[in-house]
């Protein structure tokens, strides 16, 4: 009872017992869209390279907007950006539904929505990983706060695959865009309810942008574990977060399957990811978090390995369960050890330089991972990268032993 008690302790305070909901929902209505885009885009191309292609030029906003939007959000009044950023994201899922009811979706509107889409979670994500020490009250309790957001990801990374194979397969996919649609309307009101005390550093509400985000790169320049951490998020996420894209083109030309069977697959590494995020929030204290960060490496590559020489769905399974749950460790460690020795005032700006290393490197890796499967074909590419993944395990594991973190 203790332990459970523990795993969700950040629930004690108010803003994150509204926080939490209203993320899970809204998350899960992100990945039915993605999962249907995704299907969507395959089935009218039936190419890895335009996969890829696409998800660049969606990515594109997160490396030009991304740092500047780290330094508003360490001026101005975090409260409002958030419920802001929910109207928006609202909008976007509105805009794509009505498209595609009135059967005007094509490849170029799945782009410029897209950029639209990725234009507000350059902001979302900074904004949102900045905000976990406003949201609980003991600092002590930010580890597990982070735990916990991994939790509603995870989550979702869980149910909306499946949610989204059963609905592509038995009504289409365009179903997907308007259910996001609804997912947001709970996570809006939610928000609209939080009371942030927010405490602005009045030096970095006086200087110019420029100087702010110059100060912001000086603080991680001269801090050799934030520049290790950002470091092993980049190479991590650059050929690891290429997963989701690869996935539809997997399902199809391995096992010849539909979206139920990509459902399937993305569903269990969810399942894989919800078991390391909630064994992650019961731990009371950071120690051990590099070692569950290489370890995350280590599993994950196995599982590439096993995904690209697998012709058995089960074993597939398998290996996105493993997937699931070296992905949350390497991510969620990586996060806490990084929020743990930000400064209060620097929070925003870091905060968007680890979002362009967490999601901004996918868009150039997307496009890499699209390009290397249409030339190899697609179980190749998971053992290729598989074998670099596990490199990056070892070469990190033997930098971070030595670095103590507290």
């Keep these: 009872m203790n332990r459970l008690l523990s795993t969700f302790k950040s629930l004690k305070y108010k803003n994150f017992r509204l926080f939490f909901p209203g993320l899970i929902v809204s998350q899960i209505g992100i990945w039915i869209q993605n999962i249907a885009i995704g299907w969507l885009v395959y089935d009218m ?4 390279f335009m996969m890829g292609f696409i998800m660049f030029c969606n990515a594109i906003p997160l490396f030009l907007l991304t740092p500047f939007v780290g ?17 928006l994201f609202a909008f976007q899922a509105l805009l794509i539904s009505t498209l595609t009811f009135f059967g005007l979706l094509k490849i170029w509107n799945i782009i410029a ?46 149910l909306g695959p499946a949610i989204a194979g059963i609905l592509i397969a038995s009504v289409g996919a365009g179903v997907c865009f308007f ?3 609804i997912c947001f309307i709970p996570s809006i009101f939610l928000v609209s309810k939080m009371k942030i005390v927010q405490n602005n550093n009045f030096a970095v509400k006086n200087t110019t942008i420029f100087e702010s985000l110059k100060e912001g790169f000086s603080y991680i320049k001269h801090n050799r574990k934030i520049i290790l951490l950002l470091i092993f998020l980049a190479i991590f996420s650059f050929i690891g977060l290429t997963y989701p894209m690869l996935m539809p083109i997997y399902t199809k030309e391995v096992f010849q399957a539909n979206a139920d069977v990509l459902g399937l697959l993305m569903a269990m590494a969810g399942v894989g990811a919800l078991t390391a995020s909630l064994l992650i929030a019961s731990k009371t204290t950071i120690r051990g978090f590099k070692y569950i960060l290489c370890f995350g490496a280590f599993i ?7 995904l690209g020489f697998s012709k058995e769905i089960y074993l597939s399974v398998l290996a996105m369960f493993i997937l699931g749950m070296g992905m949350t460790s390497c991510i969620t460690a990586d996060n806490t050890l990084l929020q743990m020795i930000i400064e209060d005032d620097k929070r925003g700006r870091v905060m968007s330089i680890h979002s362009i290393c967490f999601l901004g490197t996918t868009s150039i890796s997307n496009l890499f991972a699209g390009t290397v499967a249409q030339h190899i074909g697609i179980s190749n590419t998971f053992i290729l990268f598989g074998f670099f993944l596990l490199l990056v395990s070892f070469v990190f594991f033997n930098i971070f032993k030595n670095l103590l973190f507290k």
């Design 45 to 48: 191309t039936r190419s890895p």
């Design 71 to 87: 330094v508003f959000i360490d001026k101005f009044n975090k409260h409002k950006l958030l419920m802001t950023i929910q109207l």
């Design 113 to 158: 929505l897209g950029v639209l889409l990725n234009l507000i979670a350059a902001i979302d994500v900074p904004l949102r990983q900045s905000m976990f020490v406003n949201l609980v009250d003991d600092k002590k309790d930010l580890g597990n706060a982070i735990s916990l957001n991994s939790t509603c990801f995870n989550l979702a990374r869980l």
């Design 179 to 181: 259910i996001n649609f």
């Design 300 to 306: 994950f590559s196995i599982s590439m390995l096993i």
